[in-house]
Nanobody, 120 residues
Framework: QVQLVESGGGLVQPGGSLVLSCEASGSIKSINVMGWYRQAPGKQRELVATITSDGGGDYADSVKDRFTIIRYGNTVYLDMRSLKPEDTAVYYC????????????????WGQGTQVTVSS
């Protein structure tokens, strides 16, 4: 009914850049918030960045001034620059949306995750 497809992960050297993308498709009536989370081995999943329907962005302190979240329609991007080894994690897309034509019942949907490895 709703699918989130992520792409763009990979291996990059410290100081390098990557862009992640996540496209939401299916019976979507309205999207509220889109965001990115990450989970490193042995750690809890943490918020990286979110963007609201009016374009307002919020970032974790650890990625401010290095990462930019962008939304075009039902696709959200994470532009990651000056990457550090501590950015290594599986990155998950999260979208809060509704499939209800009356715009009720917003729910969170998750992408499958994409690995980002920062290493020399």
């Amino acid at each position: 009914q709703v699918q989130l497809v992520e792409s763009g992960g990979g291996l990059v050297q410290p100081g390098g850049s990557l862009v992640l993308s996540c496209e939401a498709s299916g019976s979507i009536k309205s999207i509220n918030v889109m965001g990115w989370y990450r989970q490193a081995p042995g750690k809890q999943r943490e918020l990286v960045a979110t963007i609201t329907s009016d374009g307002g962005g919020d970032y974790a302190d650890s990625v401010k001034d290095r990462f930019t979240i962008i939304r075009y329609g039902n696709t959200v991007y994470l532009d990651m620059r000056s990457l550090k080894p501590e950015d290594t994690a599986v990155y998950y897309c999260n979208v809060r949306l509704t499939t209800d034509s009356l715009f009720r019942d917003f729910r969170d949907y998750w992408g499958q995750g994409t690995q980002v490895t920062v290493s020399s």
